[in-house]
Nanobody, 127 residues
Framework: QVQLVESGGGLVQAGGSLRLSCAAS????????VGWFRQAPGKEREFVAA????????RYSDSVKGRFTISRDNAKNTWYLQMNSLKPEDTAVYYC????????????????????WGQGTQVTVSS
């Protein structure tokens, strides 16, 4: 049984930083493109970032580009989201996710194409 477990969320002031982690078990995701999504209250879940299975290529939403960095450690079956210069509008539940197929393009990483989801971790940015 595949499990994705996020950690690292919390309350931070605007301009601060947080690092989210996603620990996977039940399947080795070394050959999978993986990513992060978020859902703010009253809004739809949206794409945040994805990293190519080899780790050399990544894609970000325009709203986080230049502030967030996605990375992965295949030896630990874990991926991360470093969030800097946080803004109140970044407040949301953050989810890590992975598709059902390996070698997925980062361009194909969307809410509808994910097969595995974590339970979510709350990030709250105060102004």
């Amino acid at each position: 049984q595949v499990q994705l477990v996020e950690s690292g969320g919390g309350l931070v002031q605007a301009g601060g930083s947080l690092r989210l982690s996603c620990a996977a078990s039940g399947r080795t995701f070394g050959s999978y493109t993986v990513g992060w999504f978020r859902q703010a209250p009253g809004k739809e879940r949206e794409f945040v970032a994805a990293i190519w299975w080899r780790g050399g290529s990544s894609r970000y939403s325009d709203s986080v580009k230049g502030r967030f960095t996605i990375s992965r450690d295949n030896a630990k079956n874990t991926w991360y989201l470093q969030m800097n210069s946080l803004k109140p509008e970044d407040t949301a539940v953050y989810y890590c996710a992975a598709p059902g197929s390996s070698y997925t393009s980062t361009l194909a990483m969307g809410v509808s194409t994910m097969a595995y989801w974590g339970q979510g971790t709350q990030v709250t940015v105060s102004s």
